[in-house]
């Protein structure tokens, strides 16, 4: 594993503590957030040695002390776990304004990496992506609230009286999936998908007419398993 080397000095009769760090860009490629890293060309203070190596360990990478200098495991453990949601927070944030990319590919990408956080404040992007014209952003972004399982079945049972006829669609295809891959009681799904079968949207329709007929046959085999 690769180590990150602080330095300290001193500065007025106090020390200060510094690792080399790279540097997060926002959306007006501005730096939004610095992390420790063993060949940045950026530098991050700390006033005290612990912050120091807490942000390094959380950063992924082991570190190489001042001499003579020892350190709490205890307290590094703490002070991760406040470092933890800093970083997650300007993560999400940076890979949120990327999935509106002009740039497909992007957006894709940056659903993918939203994706990975697996954090609940990413579900209403992705109820927002179901409706794209574009079929990966779509793909992508119905696998991600899939994952998501019981959580957002009332958002997507809400999202199939959406104006728009592709988020109905893609709507209809999400809880049908969730029902294939989590252990979910299929009747809670069915009526809200059997309405559709009606909609003004003839693919609707058609999506709404297959999705029925596989949410009652694992109704059926559910209940013969009981």
């Not at 495991?73 to 999400?92: M, Y």
């Not at 957006?107 to 794209?132: H, M, P, Q, R, T």
């Not at 998908?193 to 058609?206: A, F, G, L, R, W």
């Amino acid at each position: 594993m690769q180590k990150v080397s602080i330095k300290k000095r001193i500065i007025n009769d106090n020390a200060v503590y510094y690792v080399q760090a790279l540097s997060l860009k926002n959306s007006e490629n501005r730096t939004a957030f610095l992390i420790p890293h063993p060949t940045g060309n950026e530098i991050l203070e700390f006033h005290t040695l612990e912050e120091a190596v807490a942000s390094v360990k959380k950063a992924g990478f082991d570190y190489i002390l001042p001499d003579n200098e020892n350190v709490s495991e205890s307290v590094i453990t703490d002070l991760t776990r406040t470092a933890k949601s800093d970083i997650e927070n300007v993560l999400f944030n940076k890979f949120k304004s990327k999935t509106n990319d002009i740039n497909s590919s992007v957006a894709v990408s940056a659903l993918k990496a939203l994706s990975c956080l697996n954090d609940k404040d990413a579900i209403d992007v992705f109820i927002s992506k179901i409706g794209e014209d574009n079929d990966k952003i779509r793909e992508v972004a119905i696998d991600a609230l899939v994952s998501y399982k019981e959580l957002v079945i009332d958002k997507l049972i809400t999202a199939l009286d959406d104006e728009n006829w592709v988020t109905r669609n893609s709507a209809i295809i999400a809880l049908t999936k969730i029902c294939e891959y989590a252990e979910i009681e299929p009747e809670k799904i069915l009526a809200p998908v059997m309405k559709k079968i009606d909609d003004k949207n003839t693919i609707v329709q058609s999506t709404a007419l297959t999705a029925s007929g596989q949410i009652y046959r694992l109704t059926v085999l559910r209940q013969a398993k009981k």
